[in-house]
């Protein structure tokens, strides 16, 4: 059994850019949540995806943006890059809406973006 | 607006002894509460977990308090061992959106 993977673990981007995450989900897992986690602080939610659809979204702006695909792996997207999205971006799945939300989640090592 | 807070950034305790976390929440709404542990360079790992209708869940040597009327649960480690040093979220969930700590750094003594 595979565990979540992210991808890239570490990149570089400049203000305005755009920039695409990645993650796989743990096999057999059909949710998908994203966090961002700054440094200090704890992770952050941005938004939750069952079964391609969005289901839940915290309190960020449009430009974060995210796919899941039909193998549950997804993509968070986030354009018009600002200093302020420099954070560590986890991704955790969980094996259905009632495991997301009881809280048995299962993170991946994150991708820790930095913009400068 | 933040609705979980862990006011002790830091806790260091000897091997052996009790380690007490401490988390405050102000939204009643809730329903689960729960602790990850996260470790350098890893993601977070579920650790245990409460229901908002009970105030005690034991999963070995980790016990998870929760007070309704004051807001505020605990996690308590015992005995606590070198492995523990770790970051623990405190995190609160209501309909699938999930609110963390901002975490506490404990450090276990020889």
């Known amino acids: 059994e595979t565990g979540v993977t992210q991808s890239p673990t570490h990149l570089i981007k400049t203000r305005g850019q755009q920039v695409t995450l990645r993650c796989s989900s743990q096999?057999?897992?059909?949710?998908v949540s994203w966090y961002q986690q700054a440094l200090g602080q704890g992770p952050q939610f941005i938004f939750q995806y069952y079964r391609e659809e969005e289901n839940g979204r915290g309190n960020f702006p449009p430009r974060f943006s995210g796919l899941q695909f039909p193998n549950y792996s997804s993509e968070l997207n986030v354009n018009a890059l600002e200093l302020d999205d420099s954070a560590l971006y986890l991704c955790a799945s969980s094996s259905d809406l009632t495991g997301a939300n009881t809280g048995e989640l299962f993170f991946g090592e994150g991708s820790r973006l930095t913009v400068l | 607006d933040q609705q979980v807070k862990q006011n002790s950034p830091s806790l260091s305790v000897q091997e052996g002894r009790i380690s007490i976390l401490n988390c405050d929440y102000t939204n009643s709404m809730f329903d689960y509460f729960l602790w990850y542990k996260k470790y350098p360079a890893e993601g977070p790992t579920f650790l245990i977990s409460i229901s908002s209708i009970k105030d005690k869940n034991e999963d070995g040597r980790f016990t998870v308090f929760l007070n309704k009327s004051a807001k505020h649960l605990s996690l308590h480690i015992v005995p606590s061992q070198p492995g523990d040093s770790a970051v623990y979220f405190c995190?609160?969930?209501?309909?699938?959106?999930?609110?963390f700590g901002a975490g506490t750094q404990v450090v276990v003594t020889p």
């Open positions: 995190a609160a969930t209501s309909w699938g959106k999930f609110q």
């Open positions: 096999s057999g897992h059909n949710t």
